[in-house]
C-alpha cells in the first residue's frame, strides 16, 4: 500500500473545489484556495495531482499554483536539492518575489504554505484548507475511510473487529498529537509497508508502535472482543509515558506500593516476571528486578533515560498492574427479594422460597429432615408513619401462632420444625422521607448446624390494606374511648 492517504484526501478535496468552481454556469468565481504548510514530500505530491487535473480535465485554465517562498526556505538545502528542480521549475512552482496579489487578481490561485506566507493580509479572503477541515469534512471526525481503505488492502473487509480496534486506535493517538492527519498517515503506510497478512496484524503492529506516539509499546494483547480493556491501556501507556499518572506524591507511592507488592508476589497480583523485549536486539534487563528499578526510577524521577529503556518493552503486564485495584472487591450481598402482598401470604412463601433454595443447594448441609428451626428475623422497617414503632408492633404482634403456625412439618412422620419471630422490640425504625414504606427481613433456617440465610423486602404503601385496617382499628378504639358510659347492642325483634 504505497498510497498516502493524507496526501490523497487533500488533493481529491482541492480538485473537487476547483472542478465545482470551473464547472460552475456563469463561470465568474475564481479559485482562492491556501493550504496549511506540509512537508516537501507532501507539498509536492499534492501540487503534481492538482496540476494533473487542471491537464487533464481543464487544459488552458490559467492558473496559480504556487508554494510560498517562506515555506521553500523552510526546507533544508538537501531536501531542496534532493528534489532535483531547475532553476526553470523553481521559478514555475515557487513564489520567490512574492507576487501573491498579482497571482489572486490576474487568475486561479492555490497558495502553498499559509503559516510561512509573508503577506497574510492577502490570504484574508482565501478559503483555507487545512487538517482541520479535512478531519471535520472528509473523514467527519473519524477514520472510517482510512480503515476501510487499510482493510481492503489486506483482504480484510470482513474482519469488523479487527477494524474497530483499528480505528479506536486512531482515535486515540488522534487524542494524544490532535489535528495532525499527515503525521496518522505516513505512519499507516509505515505500518502497511511491514505487509502484514491481516487486519489483526496491523493493529498488533500499531501497539508495538505506541511510542512513537508518546506512548509504551502494548504487544501481549488478543484482538477480539476486549477492545474496551485494550483501549484503558492506550490511553495508560501515554498517561506512563508523559508522567501524568504520578504527578502528585499520592500517585507515586501507590504505583510504587504495587509494583513492590508484584515484585514479591503479594495478594492480589501475580509474581512478576520480566516482559519480552519490543525487538530482539534490546537487551537493557535481564530479569525482573532489574525491570522494574527503572520503573521506580522514573515514576519517582521522571527520569528520561529510565523511561527510554523502557521503552524497548512489552509494558501490557507493567500497564495492567498499575490499573488494577490493591484490594479484592468484596462480593456485592444478594439482591433482597421483594414480596407483595398481605402479612400471612409474604411470610409463608419467604419461608417456602428459602426452603426451595436450601433443597436445591448441593452445598447446603442436610436435608430437609434436618432442618431444626425457621426464624423470621425483623431487620429494619423505613416507615413514612408517626409512630413507627406502634405501627410495626400492631402489624406484627402475635403473628406467629395466629396467622402463621408455631410449628411446621416439612417432612411426613418427621419431626416438627418451629417457627419463630424475632427482632420485633429492637427493630431498626429509620424515618422515611420518599419512597414507599418497607419492612426488611430475613428468613434464618437451622440446617444441622449452620445457619442460611435469605433477605426479603415487603412494601407496605399508604394504602396497603393491613396498615389500612390498623389504623381503622385504631380509630375505632379510640372513639369508643370517648363514650361517656358503655353502649350495649340495640337489637329489633321481628
Known sequence: MNVNLFVDALANYL???????????????????????????????????V???????????????????????SWSAAERQALGWSKEAISQWVDEKDQLVTFR????????????????????????????LLSSRVLKGEFQPWVGLCAQHLGSDSDEMGKQHLLEFLKSVDKFNPRNLSRISRFL?????????????????????????????VVDVPIGRNLQRVNKLVETSHLFSTHAMFSTRAERDKAINKINKAEAGEEPFALFELPAPVLISNTSYNNSTEYLADVRLFIKNSDASALHRLKG?????LLS??????????????????????????????IQIALTEISEDSDSVGDAAAIQEIKIQLKRYASDANEPEREIYGLLH?????????????????DVVKVVLEGLSDINLPKLSRGVSRLEFS???LVGSELIEKDFVWPLAVAHPERLRLALAEQTINQLATLQSPRLPVFHVG
Not at 191 to 212: F, G, Q, W
Not at 313 to 317: F, G, L
Not at 326 to 344: F, M, Q, Y
Open 51 to 73: 496540476d494533473d487535473f487542471f491537464v487533464t480535465k481543464h487544459a488552458g485554465t490559467q492558473r496559480a499554483l504556487k508554494i510560498s517562498f517562506g515555506l521553500w526556505n
Open 398 to 414: 402475635g403473628i406467629v401462632g395466629e396467622v402463621i403456625p408455631e410449628t411446621l412439618t416439612l417432612v411426613e412422620g418427621g
Open 15 to 49: 480538485v473537487t473545489e476547483c472542478d465545482t468552481v470551473l464547472n460552475a454556469q456563469n463561470g465568474a468565481n475564481k479559485i482562492t484556495l491556501v493550504v496549511q504548510s506540509l512537508s516537501l514530500a507532501d507539498t509536492v505530491a499534492v501540487l503534481k495531482k
Open 105 to 132: 487578481n490576474e487568475m486561479h490561485c492555490i497558495f502553498f504554505g499559509v503559516d510561512h506566507a509573508s503577506d497574510k493580509g492577502s490570504l484574508k479572503d482565501f478559503h483555507l484548507v487545512d487538517e482541520a
Open 189 to 217: 503506510g509505515s505500518v502497511m509497508a511491514e505487509a502484514p497478512d491481516s487486519m489483526h496484524d496491523a493493529v498488533r503492529e500499531c501497539y508495538r508502535r505506541l511510542p512513537e506516539w508518546g506512548g509504551m509499546p
Open 321 to 350: 498492574l498499575l490499573v488494577k485495584p490493591l484490594s479484592k472487591r468484596e462480593p456485592k450481598a444478594p439482591k433482597a427479594l421483594t414480596l407483595k402482598g398481605n402479612s400471612d401470604v409474604v411470610f409463608l412463601q419467604a
Open 313 to 317: 518493552w512489552d509494558a501490557t503486564a
Open 443 to 445: 428468613i434464618i433456617v
